[in-house]
């Protein structure tokens, strides 16, 4: 049974739980409270992206308007959680025939789908005609790789909506990419996009009902990076959406921004060295398991705290390397973390790990246990959702009596 000793603010594991994810309910809850609380333009919409923190789903099922999946196994996920279907926008560059097809036939069309290319709108409007369903659709404009398609291409769409006769085309989804610091290009993007409905509208006699938009605003993940004002970041998004001549849906596709705050990664500390002039600190979880955006192999400094068994108020700080246990050199967490002397049985805590953190590790190499991942919030606290996993099963071949999974 998980034992919880508080310590310093911070909750601190026995009996062997980490690795282990811990995604804070409460946290959660005000983040997207304040989101709400500083966007006041009538008409739009909070849409959660389900890649940022797949095991966010189902408590904020209740707390944001929508959620954009873009797999098949994201939209399990939803269904697992019983979102509301009419909530879901399944985006994402390849959509299979059979697996779209079953997403129009067993929801009855409830769901909006992302058009990325002239071609995905025939895939779509195939499996919408198999499945007798009318379907909306949002034709995602490009920000230059490969999502998307051009203005050229998405006018031509909007040219042709009478042909596809199981489609109807609402609006347009654009996104551009995440950890923008400020809001001017936010502002150049949306004055954009703002001119696009317009053009569609004039010269194609099309009124964009739903502008969904990724803002991608920035979260600051390591030492010595600016702070910013989460109320005054929101407040100059807001102005900008404010001042749209569009006045139909603006859904806000948030990930990042939303749950970054909420998770830290708990693991550790099994050894600690010196050797050829550094000092190492070797922990249980490595890279295999946690990842931060423009971390550069442990060259940035991630916001983390170290709890000693023994706390020793006069001992020094000094630069450690903290490694994982991987059998390769790139498995490093901080380059120069300053620490007083760690020692095994103490715990580091890698905080602001809410979102992609827990879905982009390199969780087959060397074939190590998956983390533990844990919810918590002050009503309920803490509940273990997923144990500790192998995942040597899964480089290789099951034996004779034994099913695959």
Known sequence: MLQVVKQGGKEQYKENNTPSYVFDLDQLQARVAAVRKGITRVGTRICFAVDANPFLVEALKDQVDGFVVCSPGEFHICEAADVPMETVVVSGNYKATLDTARMMGE???????????????????????????????????????????????????VSKRETYENLHIVGIQYYSGTQKKGCARIGEELKMLDGLCQKLKEEQGFEVKILEYGPGLGVPYFEGEEEEDPSQV???????????HFSGTVVLEMGRFLTAFCGSYYTTVVDAKSQGGRDYCIVDGGIHHLGYEGWEQGKKVPHCTHLPQAPDAQAPEKPWTVCGPLSTPSDVLACRMPMQEP??????????????????????????DLPKVYLYSSEMGMDLVRERQGSCKLNMRPKEDEPEE
Not at 235 to 241: A, P, Q, T
Not at 348 to 365: D, N, Q, W
């Open 107 to 157: 929801f009855e069309g409830k769901c909006i789908f992302t058009a990325e290319s002239p071609e995905q709108m025939e895939v779509l409007q195939y499996c919408a005609k198999w499945q007798a369903q009318q379907v909306q659709v949002l034709l995602r404009l490009t920000s230059g790789d490969q999502f998307g398609m051009d203005e050229e291409a998405l006018v031509q769409c």
């Open 234 to 244: 929101l407040g100059e998004l807001d102005g900008f959406l404010r001042g749209l």
């Open 343 to 368: 020692r095994p049985g103490d715990l580091l805590i890698f905080e602001r790990t809410g979102a992609y953190a827990v879905t982009e590790g390199r969780y087959l190499y060397d074939s190590y």
